[in-house]
């Protein structure tokens, strides 16, 4: 892009930044009481039939990826979900007192939010990112994939209309009509925090903008098989997550490490979940299509597993859900170590656990650190051995990788699209990103009785030992 349309960009990015401070300066007085009703409103508004079914139906002909069932539920689950887990706390205000140590705290805005929107999860993602920062006083402006410009801008419309129903400024969620690199650039170096769900290279991008900002890193989820497991209830249950809109989540299984002792007997299982298992031959094919130079290729994302066949010639029965190959390598080499966000499955073996562990290890090492885990098992020391020795943001027990680690009714995780790694996977947080991330917090400390504790109180026997 010329300078000339660079500085057009920074210009009317400027100008949708200004509208949208103007607006947020308005919310920043609302107690307590008008920002929950907004929140509530908004969160009907988006899982809505009408509205939801629009959205839906829009996000897969306009990106070509998954399929509208899927995407519905989103909507009425991942979004419901962060409201719940948000309705009940306080935003506004003193939202927390310990009298023993004198200390309160209180919430204040962060001001202008810039969330940028990937085209894999655009539907659920800017509701659950406009909610928190409504949430904590804030404005959003959103710089959608240009692959789903139009559904952001129909959720924002859905959005804002509600909000000028509700006297608030309509300006609080902006989006970019016609986002380029150089507007969604402009959007993070002009915004107070970013929000950056996607890839790897648009995470740094929002590291190096010079905004304070959360970023996810990539998925490649793990899922350890052993032999206590309910065979039957892993194969379900990697089957949800290797399916679920044809693997658009960062968080769908992509390889599962079984011991040895059941690997037959679940793959079995896999197979009357749907799972078709390739052949060397058929993995060779399969590699050249989905890998065709080393790298993934975008075309064959989120598809479903005809469209594997045909272009691989695979002879799948009717009714195949997923692809299956056997691998025992990792890293460049061994493509299908990585994140694949398609319906096929990695297969790989040990013998004891300690194998098991190495290898979510080495396959994490290539693609996906700090992301998450599964782990199908009923013996304790085998769920601790792989929380304390791998290096992963979530471990989920005996749970879809994909459907748990971002929230579900059957577990405590806070709901939402957005998922920090860490510093492995190169991210400033390793928590599920929620409203809590979209504020800042003041600390009040009053003086309390003096408390000075003694030399043998803080030191014991390292006096006498040193």
Known sequence: MSETCTANAADYIAELMNRARIAQKVINDYSQEQVDELVCALTWTAVKKENAEAISKLVVEESGLGYYDAKYLKLQ??????????????????????????????AKPVGVIGAIVPCTNPEA????????????????????????????YLICEYLRATLKKFGAPEDLIISVPEPTLESSNEVMKQCDLIVATGGGGLVKAAYSSGTPAYGVGPGNAVSVVD???????AAKKIMWSKTFDFAT?????????????????????????????????????????????????????????????????????????????????????????GEKMSVVLSVYKYRDFDQAIDTVNNIHEYLGKGHSCGIHSTDEEHVMKLAHRTFTSRIMVRQSVCYGNSGNWDNGMPFTLSLGCGTWGGNIASENITWRHMINTTWVSKPIPECIPDDNELFGDMMTRI
């Open 249 to 337: 989540s960062c968080s769908s299984d992509n390889s599962i490490v079984v011991q040895e002792d059941v690997y037959d007997e679940l793959i079995a299982n896999l197979k009357k979940e749907g799972g078709y298992m390739c052949n060397a031959e058929e993995k060779a094919r399969l590699q050249s299509v989905l890998f065709p130079d080393g790298h993934l290729n975008t075309k064959m994302v989120a598809q479903a597993p005809e469209v594997f066949a045909e272009k691989a010639n695979l002879p799948i029965p009717e009714g195949t859900k997923f692809l299956m190959v056997e691998e025992s390598g990792f890293g460049k080499d061994y493509p299908f170590s």
């Open 125 to 152: 993602t800017p509701v659950i990112n406009a909610l928190g920062a409504i949430k904590g006083r804030n404005a959003i402006v959103f710089s959608p994939h240009p692959r789903t410009k139009k559904t952001n």
């Open 227 to 233: 032999k206590t497991a309910d065979l039957a209830d």
């Open 77 to 106: 689950k991942k979004v419901r979900g962060a409201y719940r887990d948000m309705k009940p706390c306080k935003s506004v205000g003193v939202i927390e007192v310990n009298e023993e140590k004198g200390l309160m705290k209180l």
